[in-house]
């Protein structure tokens, strides 16, 4: 087993899915230090004087709630932060535009065999509800020519693109965007009672054919994504 050291700095852990993400981030730090810890790598460094932890987890609920735990276990932190791009389900989204996350919900949790809604996870609810301190500093946020609002986004471990599944995602949770990720990093803040927020930037819309415009637009969300990791460090 690997030994692990317990690193005492109160660290901003950032997690991301995609190398794009990563990269716009990263190329925000300075003094980077690259520690490697369960086969997981991560890098250190600072955004205007702030301690950030910077990790890729990779696609899907697994893969962040494994990161999210490995960061908990082994680094004091001030709060995690969730970034990365979405598909809008809310029609009054566009691409680029940011949602900083209310609630989350994983939209294919499914024990209604129990008698249960969907999205009900027996023990912890349905809704993880965001850090309100954190929620109240990002939503103070401004960025040109960029929409931010508020509001539900929905995960699960599907790229959705199925006008029918975001309907129903929609009218079912409220939603106004789904993702692979952030509901799971929440699911394991709360349960380590570690502050968090959820941060996405639209990349496509599901639409059938919105794979095209995800590849197309997912360069445009990860630098609206660190420019916005880059404002939040500044307040």
């Keep these: 087993m690997e030994r692990i050291e317990f690193y005492m700095n109160n660290y901003i852990g950032i997690i991301v899915a995609e190398v794009e993400e990563l990269e716009a981030i990263k190329s925000l730090?300075?003094?980077?230090?690259?520690?490697?810890?369960?086969?997981?790598?991560?890098?250190?460094?600072?955004?205007?004087?702030?301690?950030?932890?910077?990790?890729?987890?990779?696609?899907?609920?697994?893969?962040?709630?494994?990161?999210?735990q490995i960061l908990t276990d082994n680094f004091k932190l001030e709060c995690i932060i969730n970034l990365g791009s979405a598909g809008s389900l809310n029609n009054d989204l566009n691409i680029g535009d940011i949602v900083i996350a209310k609630n989350?919900?994983?939209?294919?949790?499914?024990?209604?065999?129990?008698g249960r809604d969907k999205g009900y996870i027996p023990e912890t609810g349905m809704f993880f509800e965001c850090d309100n301190t954190l929620l109240q500093k990002c939503a103070s946020i401004k960025i040109n020519n960029i929409n931010i609002s508020t509001g539900i986004i929905a995960s699960g471990d599907i790229?959705?693109?199925?006008?029918?599944?975001?309907?129903?995602?929609?009218?079912?949770?409220?939603?106004?965007?789904?993702?692979?990720?952030?509901?799971?990093?929440?699911?394991?803040?709360?349960?380590?009672?570690?502050?968090?927020?959820?941060?996405?930037?639209?990349?496509?819309?599901?639409?059938?054919?919105?794979?095209?415009?995800?590849?197309?637009?997912?360069?445009?969300?990860?630098?609206?994504?660190?420019?916005?990791?880059?404002?939040?460090?500044?307040?």
């Design 29 to 68: 730090m300075n003094n980077i230090e690259e520690v490697h810890i369960y086969n997981l790598n991560l890098f250190k460094g600072k955004i205007f004087n702030k301690d950030c932890l910077l990790v890729r987890c990779g696609v899907g609920k697994v893969n962040a709630s494994r990161s999210t």
């Design 104 to 114: 989350l919900v994983q939209h294919d949790f499914d024990v209604t065999a129990f």
């Design 159 to 235: 790229f959705c693109t199925d006008v029918k599944m975001k309907e129903n995602i929609y009218k079912k949770f409220n939603a106004d965007c789904v993702e692979m990720e952030g509901a799971a990093i929440a699911q394991v803040c709360s349960l380590n009672n570690i502050p968090f927020i959820v941060v996405r930037s639209i990349s496509d819309i599901p639409d059938g054919n919105n794979q095209i415009d995800f590849n197309e637009y997912l360069h445009f969300a990860s630098k609206n994504c660190a420019e916005f990791i880059r404002k939040f460090c500044i307040l």
